[in-house]
């Protein structure tokens, strides 16, 4: 009875997030449901449990969700994101289009915008491109989804999206954790797409499909619209990665900075400053990637000025960060469970090649796609079981770099089923839905989950890093 309630919680979050509704109502309420069939008292539940673990997401991550969602918020709206878009898919033009919209949205993540809002950057330019050259729109999501949503959001070294960020609170580790394999990953994944889309391009061209009769959220692009050369819009996002860099590698943190606030006894502290100076590196790469943005693009604020701009990005950051801390919650309920302990188990006794890494990308991977949420799935799955498999790494001379490669590029796997959020509003903002496009984005997720086991089987065969 206690697995079978997991298992109807788990189905009943996956299907009202599918309709559309919120995780930050539903993930309690379910928690709770499964709470109470496994016979655990349901207040005590959700206030020091459920809310407690949220909380601790949130503090760990919160800065970076709120200086993350201003920085690409200023990005759009000073037109920076757009003039870099524009350029990259102008430059590689009609027959090239399918690698122009990837390497525009790849350079846009890596800089540190964040996936929605290349979203919205990228689309009117891909869209006009892809009518130009007689592309049917469907393959267009897909094609957004490979640049934004796979080797620039968690494989490639330094990217400083969340899912790059998270696991180096965990293990210690920074955001250039085993770098040469996320490379060989991160093109991989790139060239496997692009071979697809363009497969798919092909046959649809052969058939005598072209772009469509489209009349849903169709952009028009405004020629005498100024947008800014996209050698001064790319400084913020130079800024951000050189900074993240520099305070990483260069910045010598004084080890006892920490000292004067353990002293204090204050709750949820970070237990070495390892733990955190990846997220105090980004913070400040980020603010500085802001003021940059903010100065080179603020004659192009449209009405309502910086006051305007900051402050929607810093009220849509607090819908990101909470849905996430939900689904954090509800994981940690879950996780308290009798019924789970079966399931940890099984996990955990996963050892294939005789390491934690099979068992690792396994549990990531499947609570992202319960959750619909890459961050939101490796949350709950390190908070559960990292202290496990990293005692597993430490006994048999792994790196914990490796760890955090694996649960980096495990986190976006399968996270992209149809009930995830990004998928939804891609579909939305193309003006296309599950049934037109969700095929293409779905070969990117199993590209994606591939190669997370390809990049474990290359370590194990050569202790690659």
Known sequence: MEVIGIILSLFLLMFFAYRGYSV????????????????????????????????????????????????????????????????????LGQERAILAVVLAGAVLTYGGVSLFVVVFAVYPFASALFREANIPKRL????????????????????????????????GTNIYAAPTLGIIS???????????????????????????NHTLNEPEIRHDVDLPSWQIAILPLLTVLVVNFAMIRFFNWDPNLLAPFVAMKLPLIAASIKNVISI???????????????????????????????????????????NTASEVGYGNVIASLPGFKAISAALMGIKVGGSPLVSEAITVNVLAGITGSASGGMSIALDLMAKDWLAWANAIGMSPDILHRVASMASGGMDTLPHNGAVI?????????????????????????????VAITIHSLTGLL
Not at 283 to 300: D, E, N, Q, S
Not at 306 to 319: E, F, I, M, P, Y
Not at 427 to 450: E, N, P
Request: hydrophobic share 55%.
């Open 186 to 212: 991160g093109f991989a994944i790139f060239s496997l797409g692009i071979m697809w889309l363009e497969r798919r391009r092909k046959a649809a061209k052969e058939a005598g499909e072209g772009y469509g």
């Open 24 to 91: 930050i109502l539903f993930a309690p309420i379910f928690a709770l449901l499964a709470a109470s069939l496994s016979g655990l008292s349901v207040m005590p539940a959700y206030t020091e449990l459920f809310m407690a673990k949220g909380v601790t997401y949130i503090k760990s991550f919160f800065p970076v969700f709120l200086l993350g969602a201003v920085f690409g918020k200023v990005m759009e709206e000073t037109g920076l994101a757009k003039g870099i878009a524009q350029y990259i898919i102008k430059s």
């Open 280 to 322: 105090w590196a980004l913070i400040i790469a980020l603010l500085c990637g802001i003021i940059l943005a903010v100065a080179l693009g603020f004659k192009r604020l449209p009405a309502g000025g910086l006051a305007k701009t900051l402050n929607a990005g810093a009220l849509g950051s607090l819908l990101a960060i909470m």
């Open 425 to 453: 509003t891609l579909l939305a903002v193309c003006g296309l839905t599950h049934r037109d496009s969700y095929g293409d984005i779905f070969v990117m997720t199993i590209i994606k989950t591939a190669m997370v086991f």
């Open 140 to 171: 267009l999501p897909g094609t957004i989804a490979l640049g934004a949503f796979t080797a620039t959001m968690d494989c490639l070294p330094g990217t400083p999206q969340i899912q790059n960020l998270i696991p180096t609170n965990f293990f």
